[in-house]
């Protein structure tokens, strides 16, 4: 059974439970992050713990833990969840329990909430199909919330749509990002994502990305990108700590491209796998980059 851990303890999922009156029940009160973990290294972990920091801040809160007493939490889930693949770790903090009323009674004790799931095997051989969507969302995208619901009927619209896996968003006639992913666009070899603003989520996996391409001489760029330049594309990507970078291959019923993963793309998932080798060997660099377990 798995093991989770919930306010200072590690218990069997199936035994964890939280108050109704839970602010993060009640109002969606509360912010979340994602740590990839590849072989039993954790990816930039330093980075995920600050944007974490950033999306409590931003919502009037403080860190409950040090990053050494996240770290500990992070180690103790991984150790009891072992399953020999690449895993994600889901930590989930509430403001905690509280009378339902919107304004918020300080000092509360947070709910603090962790679990351990693996990453699915991603095959990108044919890629994947998307839409487009007017960004439905809240003006503070950047904050990493727990209320998700907007994303939740996007992809849900893109399923019913045409089976689509994503849905990249639209605000003011520029791309902002994906439901739940960053975007890239290929134009005659040039890798371009948004720039960063309240609109889209900081993506770790997006600045990776970015980082890696400009390691590799391949070169990307941040700026705008307008409806009509993502259309025109030759190529679309989608980035998360899960997906890693997934061609998009069907946009709006419509091939990007010729409609097959570009060269670009294949370029840089080569240097991506190549990273994520070396993370899981340990050997990806300092303590910037990865935080070894074991």
């Known amino acids: 059974m798995e093991t989770v851990w919930l306010n200072g ?13 839970d602010r993060g029940f ?3 009160d509360g912010v979340y992050e994602v740590v990839p973990v590849f072989g039993s290294h954790i990816v930039r972990l330093e980075e995920h713990l600050r944007r974490l920091r950033r999306s409590l801040e931003a919502i009037y809160m403080e860190s409950p833990y040090s990053d050494a007493e996240w770290g500990a939490v992070i180690d103790g889930l991984l150790e009891r969840n072992p399953c020999g693949r690449d895993r994600s770790v889901y930590l989930h903090v509430t ?3 509280a009378p339902r009323e919107h304004v918020i009674r300080n000092p509360l004790a947070p709910t603090v909430f962790g679990m351990c799931t693996p990453i699915p095997e991603r095959i990108y051989d044919k890629g994947l199909g998307v839409i487009t969507h007017a960004d439905i969302r809240w003006q503070y995208c950047d ?10 009927l996007l992809r849900e619209t893109a399923r019913r749509a045409d089976g689509s896996a994503e849905a990249i968003l639209l605000r003011d006639g520029l791309v902002t990002e994906g439901a739940a992913s960053n975007v890239f666009v290929v134009h005659a070899g040039g890798v371009r994502t948004p720039a960063k603003s309240h609109h889209l989520l900081p ?5 990776l990305v970015v980082e890696l391409l400009l390691g590799a001489d391949m070169g990307c760029s941040e700026g705008s990108i307008s409806e009509a330049e993502l259309r025109a594309a030759d190529e679309v990507w ?3 700590s899960t997906m890693g970078i997934a061609p998009v291959t069907r946009l709006d019923g419509k091939p990007v491209g010729d409609g097959r993963p570009g060269r670009v793309w294949h370029a840089a998932d080569r240097v991506y796998q190549e990273y994520k080798h070396r993370v899981g060997a340990g050997t990806a660099g300092g303590p910037a980059l990865t935080r070894a377990l074991r």
Do not use: W
């Open 9 to 21: 303890k590690f218990l069997p999922a199936a035994e964890a439970t939280v108050p109704v009156l």
């Open 26 to 28: 009640i109002f969606g």
């Open 95 to 97: 403001r905690g329990v």
């Open 143 to 152: 904050i990493k919330a727990i209320s998700l619901l907007p994303g939740v």
């Open 203 to 207: 993506g770790v996996t997006r600045d």
């Open 238 to 240: 989608l980035t998360s």
